[in-house]
């Protein structure tokens, strides 16, 4: 896509902003619609949009598979732990109460928010993981066989 | 049941309807093409059915989006919709997305594998394998089976 | 304030097994990923089962007399919160699930490190791991929604896992693919059904249903819900018109995950079906009555000779123990038809002793396989002389398939015979004694192949090592333990049957 230089000058501009969003949304889950599945996936939407415009290498020398790999599951290891804190302090599982004892209400605050950077991180894998997944198999036949 | 309230009854169920021609849009597609790309679309669709579905049940008369105000100063006259089935259906989607991307991996794998997705073809060669099979079954055991 | 919740009280480890059990390979899973090492992997898988079953075990021994185990996720409390809940019936299941996955994952140490590329072996000792966390909170949780979640983690990684039969032969992708679809079909039902019920009731916690469905009878809402869950149910089930993915599923997968998924998969499907037909919709439910009498009973009925007649004319010995498994099915389907506690217990002892039956044969034929390259009867021909030990507890099991006294087999089949005969339906009981002579016929094609038939020239074939020997004798004397032993299994399943029947009288 080197001649498409309105895409490409576009795209320099909107990644950032699509990463900058992306975290409002995720951060802000907690007092206005949001939360870690939709911001995961505005994540992977910048990294995404990188790649289909600049190629698959570039994207993937900032974002290497083997991390998108380790992002999968250190998100649900993130969310399972969170609830496993909650065993330690002698409470239910996930019961978010155990990170503020005295004030049930901060607890849940900090759980949720927690939790739901867990989710961030695993959906931001999960579909970029996708798309290498399908983008970078090596088309054995021309685009006419389809 | 006169005509006014038999077009009330339509209109004030028209999720449901749209509910249900979706889903068995969703599913005759699903069964009716061979194409296994065109199944997936098809399973998609019958999954967004039940994604209509569930948010018409979380619908209250009158009801507006369930958020609180960041003061926590909640209007007593104020009616919430029900937020309940939105999440319900927001873990749903989540699978679906999942199923999706699977389901066309495989597709991936399968073109790779037998150069074909459409199902005519695929079935036409496993029955070539599987004739194949039974030919060296039959030289292998003889007449004896 | 509904939203209570119950904190200060302090709370012991043994408290928390309800939520251990499913977080403990719900853990190991990502950690295998993390880790990334192909030597830590199978290490981490075997301990995480093992330690699930140890859970398993514990929880089986505090709820065997009829109590019930609630368990409040996040510490709210039920209606409103996910509660898992363990009773008698659950137990039961949850020892099944991670007892057979903690046998075969040593026995799937070896045939995975033949079957399957070295570079997926991280990946897929995680999605097994994901197959059994998903099975296992399918069996766990006390809410409905909690169901289709749980269900579709274990469906998913089911997919992957048959999927990964492709190195072996190219037909395991369609038939993942296949699977994929009716799966996705049966759960999308399923989860229709829930919503239905949601609108009828206006609750997702199982107890809570079944109380307010009990309250306000039933209407054409809660009829449609049911036939939803059935229907949706009975796919996953692989019930006999709809069983069409079972047959490739399992003769294309790898040897071990078919051992795996033949044994609990479509166990805790059932269980799931037992469940919403018992615990949640009354069997005074009008409705359910009519659908048992009408329209399951019969299809088991055809399953048993349908399937059975199907597997005697394979020429394929996984493809035949397929078809089988549709079959034995039917007798489970028979079993819950009849709906009486005989039956009941027949159908769950059933469940209990088909799934160690079918365990010892899947995994005798993967070894037969390991070694030979094939399951057709004429690459199998022979070994019974070059694998005694292999081929003796593939006889075993074969014989618990027909139902031969002293094997776990007959066991469940004199307890469906004597629901048949309390029912006073005496033709059902002569139909049951004669599609086991079905059983006969292909269990002994099998012997036929395995020390009858002359070994072709040239093969050079020797009995498997200890890893994949253990497992399959494990599971074999078992197979005549359940056989003797009847009053463990039966005692079990008495009372995991009355918990279903009893339903959700007290708690909350």
Known sequence: MRHHLILRVITKLLVGTIVLFAFYVQFHGDFSPGGGFQAGVIMAVAFIIYGIVFGLEKVQQVFPPWLVHKMLALGVLIYAATGIVSLFGGMHYLDYGVFSPHHPEHGQHWGILIVEFGVGVTVTGVMVAVYYAFASRPPRMSDEEW | MDSSTTWEFFVGHVSYWLFIVLMMTGLYIVVAKGNFVKKIVGLNIFQTSVFMLYISIGKVDGGTAPIYPVDLNIDPDVVYSNPLPHVLILTAIVVGIATTALGLALIVRIREEFGSIEEDDIVEIEQGIARDENERYRNATGNRA | ?508
């Not at chain 3, 928390?16 to 090492?37: E, R």
């Not at chain 3, 389907?333 to 469940?351: D, K, Q, R, W």
């Open chain 3, 1 to 508: 304030m509904a939203s209570e919740t119950t904190h200060h009280v302090a709370m012991t480890l043994a408290d928390h097994l309800p939520v251990l059990q499913v977080l403990v390979p719900f853990v190991a899973a990502p950690l295998v990923v993390l880790l990334g090492s192909r030597k830590l992997a199978w290490p981490l898988a075997f301990a995480a089962s093992a330690v699930a079953f140890v859970i398993s075990v514990l929880l089986l021994m505090r709820v065997i007399d009829g109590s019930v185990i609630s368990y409040h996720i996040g510490g709210w409390a039920p209606p409103l919160g996910i509660e898992y809940r363990i009773d008698a019936a659950n137990a039961f299941v949850l020892m099944l699930v991670t007892g057979i996955s903690t046998i075969v994952l040593p026995y799937a140490r070896e045939s995975i490190a033949q079957e399957v590329p070295q570079r997926h072996h991280t990946l897929f000792y995680a999605c097994y791991l994901l197959c059994v966390t998903g099975l296992l909170g399918v069996a766990a949780t006390g809410d409905a929604f909690n169901v289709f979640v749980f269900l579709e983690i274990s469906s998913l990684s089911t997919y992957v896992l048959i999927a990964q039969g492709s190195y072996r032969d190219r037909r395991a992708l369609t038939a993942a693919y296949d699977y994929l679809i009716m799966g996705t079909i049966g759960a999308t039902f399923f989860v229709i059904g829930l919503g239905l019920l949601y609108m009828a009731t206006g609750t997702l916690n199982m107890a809570d249903i079944a109380a307010r469905i009990a309250d306000q009878g039933s209407n054409r809402t809660i009829h449609a819900a049911f036939a939803f869950i059935v229907v949706g149910m009975g796919l996953k089930v692989a019930v006999y018109p709809v069983h069409a993915w079972l047959p490739n599923a399992y003769t294309y997968a790898p040897s071990a995950v078919t051992a795996f998924l033949a044994a609990t998969a479509t166990k805790v499907a059932v269980y799931v079906m037992l469940r919403f037909m018992f615990s949640i919709f009354k069997p005074s439910f009008d409705f359910e009555v009519e659908t048992l009498e009408l329209i399951i009973l019969p299809f088991a009925i055809i399953a048993m000779f349908a399937a059975s007649f199907i597997a005697v004319f394979q020429t394929d010995l996984k493809r035949m123990l397929a078809y089988s498994s549709v079959a034995q099915i039917g007798y489970i389907l028979l079993g819950i038809a009849f709906l009486s506690e005989t039956g009941l217990t027949a159908a769950i002892v059933h469940l209990f002793n088909h799934g160690i039956t079918k365990a010892v044969l899947f995994m005798g034929v993967g070894a037969l396989v390991y070694r030979s390259g094939g399951s057709f009867y004429d690459r199998v021909c022979g070994l019974g002389r070059s694998m005694p030990w292999t081929s003796a507890a593939m006889v075993i099991g074969g014989l618990s398939l027909i139902g031969v006294p002293g094997t776990a087999g007959f066991v469940s089949k004199w307890v469906l015979v004597q629901a048949a005969l309390e029912k006073g339906w005496w033709p059902v009981a002569i139909l049951i004694v004669l599609s086991s002579l079905l059983a006969v016929i292909y269990v002994w094609r099998m012997v036929e192949a395995l020390y009858l038939a002359p070994a072709p020239e040239g093969r050079q074939a020797t009995e498997i090592n200890a890893w994949m020997l253990g497992p399959i004798w494990i599971m074999a004397l078992a197979c005549i333990y359940f056989g003797l032993a009847t009053d463990v299994t039966l005692t079990s399943a008495q009372s995991a049957a009355q918990g279903l029947l009893g339903g959700f009288t007290e708690l909350h």
